[in-house]
């Protein structure tokens, strides 16, 4: 995928490596979600396909025909040839894209991604891990806005022929902090730079009327819908466009905001003065605000409740702003701030913690666990040695593992609004790592950590779920089964 603004590109090379090979070509356009089939002429050294606003190019050496409204060609491949399909998509009233010589462009692509990687920092264990997983992020990156994508993907269900089927292709304000957090600990700076301007404009208006998340360039209406004609991957209807959780009200994105530009401050991006002039009315609007309900970290369909995650959350946003004032010599109501620190505090330890169950708890009021609760160490509300983050590391070890995998809750629809089941949660088990190694039980934190490295596929990626059907040998990488 060749980096270019004018026109998008995917290449593929086939190339000969010993004797020849018959190969076949298939390619099936379609547009709006497959309900239109283009127009198709023929061009030199290829076909131009448009309907509507989009248009797309496949050029290539080999000669290609029509059949039943696919594109189709038959061709050999011999020793040390290479035959290139360059497939360009561009809005359908521009001109034509100059083309492009493929070997060239894949080189130029290469060497592009190693000087990206080369620039990272981070030198310790698990180097090449942390480089593929960075280049994963990165490639989320909508680069004409910054704007950080959750996923590439819509309608993967949580297990398969199940209906929790969401779209991911937007701007989530709390997934683009975990990303944020990731490459600037690598030594990335400019994404933030990117991602904070993107931010500014987003949220801009309001900050009462802030959502959680955004489309690429910061569109507001996210209309979902389902679109019927299509059976779904593996049969799991719906499939959905839009993502209705945008009118949702998640306490917690106000303290992963704050903590990713505080973060970003300590890694030396440079102070703004209009940022943080929205960061202080992100936190009036949090004043008003934290003592309510929400849907919380997990986005659930069913009653708003005052969630432990969320209201820990909360507290981190108002320890950051002080911490803002406290270090980077920033202005702001810095005593009120302390006052609603503590009382945030008081209440959660107050309020979301089971002494009978020795656990922090989903919700207030609840005996539910809820992986989101290994956060409270990995954000300093209460350090790692302490009894009730040890209680509750010990609960939901016992209550939410799946042979050696973390869920993030017992789904039940009182709880999420959904019915059915969920795979595993990925990241809950990093999470749990985490606090077993900010514990000092560095040999099961670093267990945990290879067995979650044990279930990427070919090309080093980790699905966001994964259904254990046996214990993962530490020995092996078998191919997660996708949820």
């Known amino acids: 995928m060749p980096l270019r603004s004018e026109a998008v590109d995917v290449i593929r090379i086939v190339e000969g490596l010993d004797g020849q090979v018959e190969m076949s070509m298939d390619l099936v356009i379609r547009f709006d979600y497959g309900s239109v089939i283009p127009w198709v002429r023929r061009i030199p050294g290829g076909i131009h396909a448009v309907a509507g606003p989009d248009a797309l190019l496949l050029r290539s050496p080999v000669e290609v025909r029509g059949e039943n409204f696919h594109t189709v060609s038959k061709f050999t491949v011999s020793a040390s040839q290479r035959v290139p399909f360059d497939l360009t998509w561009f809005p359908s009233h521009h001109s034509i894209p100059v083309e492009r010589d493929p070997m060239p462009s894949l080189k130029e692509t290469v060497q592009w991604w190693c000087a990206w990687s080369g620039r990272g920092s981070y030198e310790g264990p698990w180097k090449d891990v942390v480089i593929r997983s960075a280049i994963t992020l990165k490639a989320l990156i909508y680069m004409p806005t910054g704007g950080l994508t959750a996923a590439a993907t819509t309608s993967l269900p949580e297990t398969p022929g199940g209906v929790r089927n969401w779209d991911y292709r937007y701007c989530w304000l709390r997934d683009a902090t975990f990303t944020l957090y990731s490459l600037m600990t690598c030594g990335y700076i400019e994404e933030a730079a990117a991602w904070r301007d993107w931010f500014l404009r987003a949220v801009a208006g309001d900050p009462?009327?802030?959502?959680?998340?955004?489309?690429?360039?910061?569109?507001?209406?996210?209309?979902?819908?389902?679109?019927?004609?299509?059976?779904?991957?593996?049969?799991?209807?719906?499939?959905?466009?839009?993502?209705?959780?945008?009118?949702?009200?998640?306490?917690?994105?106000?303290?992963?905001?704050?903590?990713?530009?505080?973060?970003?401050?300590?890694?030396?991006?440079?102070?703004?003065?209009?940022?943080?002039?929205?960061?202080?009315?992100?936190?009036?609007?949090?004043?008003?605000?934290?003592?309510?309900?929400?849907?919380?970290?997990?986005?659930?369909?069913?009653?708003?409740?005052?969630?432990?995650?969320?209201?820990?959350?909360?507290?981190?946003?108002?320890?950051?702003?002080?911490?803002?004032?406290?270090?980077?010599?920033?202005?702001?109501?810095?005593?009120?701030?302390?006052?609603?620190?503590?009382?945030?505090?008081?209440?959660?330890?107050?309020?979301?913690?089971?002494?009978?169950?020795?656990?922090?708890?989903?919700?207030?009021?609840?005996?539910?666990?809820?992986?989101?609760?290994?956060?409270?160490?990995?954000?300093?509300?209460?350090?790692?040695?302490?009894?009730?983050?040890?209680?509750?590391?010990?609960?939901?070890?016992?209550?939410?593992?799946?042979?050696?995998f973390v869920s993030r809750y017992r789904a039940q629809p009182e709880v999420d609004g959904l019915p059915g089941r969920e795979g595993t949660f990925l990241l809950c088990t990093l999470w749990l790592a985490?606090?077993?190694?900010?514990?000092?039980?560095?040999?099961?934190?670093?267990?945990?950590?290879?067995?979650?490295?044990?279930?990427?596929?070919?090309?080093?990626?980790?699905?966001?779920?994964?259904?254990?059907?046996?214990?993962?040998?530490?020995?092996?990488?078998?191919?997660?089964?996708?949820?």
């Open 208 to 404: 009462s009327e802030a959502q959680i998340m955004y489309g690429l360039a910061g569109e507001r209406r996210l209309r979902e819908f389902e679109v019927d004609a299509l059976p779904g991957y593996q049969n799991s209807r719906p499939v959905r466009v839009g993502n209705a959780a945008y009118r949702q009200f998640q306490l917690d994105v106000f303290g992963e905001v704050m903590d990713s530009l505080h973060v970003a401050r300590r890694y030396g991006l440079q102070p703004d003065e209009y940022a943080w002039s929205i960061q202080k009315k992100f936190m009036a609007t949090l004043e008003l605000s934290w003592s309510q309900p929400d849907e919380g970290i997990w986005e659930v369909r069913g009653l708003r409740r005052h969630f432990t995650h969320s209201k820990v959350m909360a507290w981190v946003a108002f320890d950051r702003a002080v911490k803002a004032v406290e270090r980077f010599n920033a202005d702001g109501p810095v005593e009120r701030w302390r006052e609603l620190r503590d009382t945030i505090h008081q209440q959660v330890c107050d309020r979301g913690y089971d002494p009978s169950i020795n656990s922090f708890v989903q919700y207030y009021g609840s005996q539910k666990l809820d992986a989101s609760l290994l956060m409270v160490p990995l954000v300093g509300f209460l350090p790692a040695s302490d009894p009730r983050v040890k209680g509750t590391v010990q609960a939901i070890q016992q209550g939410l593992m799946t042979n050696g």
């Open 434 to 483: 985490d606090n077993l190694a900010l514990q000092g039980r560095m040999r099961e934190a670093t267990e945990l950590f290879d067995r979650v490295l044990a279930v990427r596929n070919d090309v080093g990626l980790l699905s966001e779920q994964y259904t254990p059907r046996r214990t993962v040998s530490l020995a092996t990488s078998p191919r997660p089964s996708r949820t």
